[in-house]
């Protein structure tokens, strides 16, 4: 489905929609509706029963949105956190200058300094996207974090903070506080990041205030042993810098075991290959849309050693999209915070040495991947719209439908308060007739529907107390006793956790 289709129904169905729409809209703001709230969370919750379940050393946290200026100092976001930016001198229209240099370089300007950005810009004449004149004027750097004026004088400075990951750093010595005193430690957490984007555009790609899922796991960089003989047969679709530089596409499918070096560390992979799986089999991404793409030296954060961005094809946005990827920070933020605060944040590792712990940091970005859950599961059927939402995803689990309104009214309304208190979310619905609610359930993503006919209500009949449940992917219906509908949609829709794994003692 193109975008703006999408877009419509997304809208229309309640999921998202602009900020102040009412006074025209905010660009890079959205806000959810009820549908989409719910859907949010329930990835929100996804994330977290997957990246947590991965060891009982991974804890998840809540931070302030608000930063200290010393922290966005030290963590290096007040000098480098910039993007390239370009103004009209006719207009005065301001843009991102890889957008406005996507024609004659699609790869986009990572790597490039100010000055060789603006002599393409110059060289190529390149007219501004707005008013058509070639008078765009030299990129400047454009710091991206929205600064804030703090407390009642105005004179302290503060920052929104641009990725949840600041809030984990500032946690760490109190998470080894209160924790075991040792390595791996995970810190998780889950809330807003703010960055003010120059061109902010693709709807939840790319926005001013977004939400991020971020485990940021501190390790000794001598000993981080995970289980990776239970991953070794997985194969991972990569896009290394070796294959992008031939100019290919496509990833290449690579057995784990043959990826193992000093370049791609154990425990490295053993993330990468959580990350992917959590795309394929909780996000129940198909496995041939989903690309691990290398950034290379010029490309990466600036903080990171090693960075694979998780990529999706997305038909609705034409192409590949980052959802999320996997860093390896190294000791970059603890040293700068250490150094920004003057304190010692070095520990002393079970074996007497005293070392900054490095970090691993898995980042998934919600508003995305929820965009993701419409562009890869949102589908035709005839006339009718079917959102084929993973059901452990979905935010409504059953429609319960009662065939007649005046005669199974009663009962419908009683079994779906009975199964809201099981702890299953149903929706009732009476109005029109069956195939127009399921229609509309259909569209929202919703995996079962129960009607109540004349056979559950009958005093004198063999099916009382029996509903029909319908399987929206199979279209399957079975007669169930209304005793066992609970248990069998909380275990239809229960998020999935990774297997089991205990972490070995020493380097398999
Ligand atoms: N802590 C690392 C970090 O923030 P990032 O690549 O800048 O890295 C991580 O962002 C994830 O956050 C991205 O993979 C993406 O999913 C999401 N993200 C980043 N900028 C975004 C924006 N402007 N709008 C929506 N999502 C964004």
Redesign the pocket.
């Known amino acids: 489905m193109k975008s703006d289709e999408l877009y419509a129904l997304l809208r229309r169905r309640g999921v998202l929609w602009p900020t102040a729409e009412l006074y025209g809209g905010a660009q ?1 703001l959205y806000d959810y509706g009820p549908l989409g709230t719910a859907l949010k969370h329930r990835i929100e919750e996804a994330w977290s029963a997957w990246f947590l379940g991965l060891s009982d050393d991974y804890y998840r946290i809540e931070g302030a949105e608000i930063l200290p200026e010393a922290v966005v100092r030290a963590s290096g976001h007040l000098e480098n956190f910039t993007d390239p930016e370009v103004t009209c001198e006719s207009c005065h229209a301001a843009f991102r200058a890889d957008t406005v240099l996507e024609k004659i370089r699609p790869e986009g300007v990572d790597g490039l300094t100010p000055a060789q950005i603006g002599e393409m810009v110059i060289a190529n004449r390149i007219a501004c996207p707005k008013c058509g004149r070639p008078t765009l004027s030299v990129p400047r750097a454009f710091n991206m974090m929205f600064g804030l004026d703090f407390g009642v004088t105005g004179r302290e400075r503060a920052y929104l903070r ?4 600041q809030s984990s750093y500032l946690a760490f010595p109190r998470m080894w506080e209160v924790g075991r005193k040792a390595l791996p430690l995970g810190v998780a957490l889950i809330g807003r ?1 703010y ?1 003010n ?1 120059i061109a ?1 555009r693709q709807l ?5 205030a ?1 939400t ?1 899922a ?1 485990l940021q796991i501190f390790f000794d960089p001598e000993r981080f042993v995970v289980p990776i003989s239970t991953v070794l047969d997985e194969t991972l679709p990569m896009l290394r810098v070796g294959r992008r530089s031939k100019g290919e596409e496509s990833p290449e499918w690579v057995r784990v075991a043959d990826l193992r070096s000093a370049a791609l560390p154990d425990f490295y992979l053993y993330h990468l290959v959580h990350t992917y799986r959590f795309y394929r089999d909780v996000l129940r991404i198909p496995k041939e849309r989903i690309r691990l793409f290398e950034k290379s030296d010029s490309e990466r ?1 600036f903080y990171n050693r090693i960075q694979y ?1 998780l990529e999706v094809h997305l038909e609705s946005l034409g192409g590949y999209k ?4 996997v ?1 390896y920070r190294g000791d970059y933020d603890l040293t700068r915070h250490g150094t920004g605060s003057g304190k010692d944040l070095s520990v002393l590792t079970e074996d007497g040495r005293r070392i900054v712990p490095h970090v691993l ?1 898995l ?3 919600v ?3 929820l965009w993701a859950q419409a562009d890869v599961h949102i589908g035709r059927d005839g006339e009718r719209t079917l959102w084929k939402l993973p059901p452990a995803l979905a935010p409504v689990q059953v429609g319960v439908f009662p065939l007649l309104k005046k005669e199974h009214g009663g009962y419908a309304r009683a079994l779906t308060h009975e199964l809201t208190v099981a702890g299953v979310v149903a929706e009732y619905d009476e109005a029109g007739g069956i195939g127009k609610r399921y229609a509309r359930m259909d569209e929202a993503g919703v995996p079962f529907c129960v009607t109540i006919d004349g056979e559950t209500v009958a005093e004198d009949s063999p099916q009382r107390d029996t509903v029909t449940l319908r399987d929206r992917d199979s279209r399957s219906q079975d007669r169930v006793p209304r005793g066992d509908l609970a248990v069998r949609i909380l275990k239809a829709t229960a998020l999935p956790r990774p297997p089991l794994a205990s972490p070995p003692r020493r380097p398999e």
């Open positions: 890079g641009p990725e949840t990951a990041a960055r984007e902010p939840l790609f790319r926005m001013r977004f991020q971020e954060a961005d980052e959802l999320g990827a860093h940091e980042t998934f970005g508003d995305r991947n």
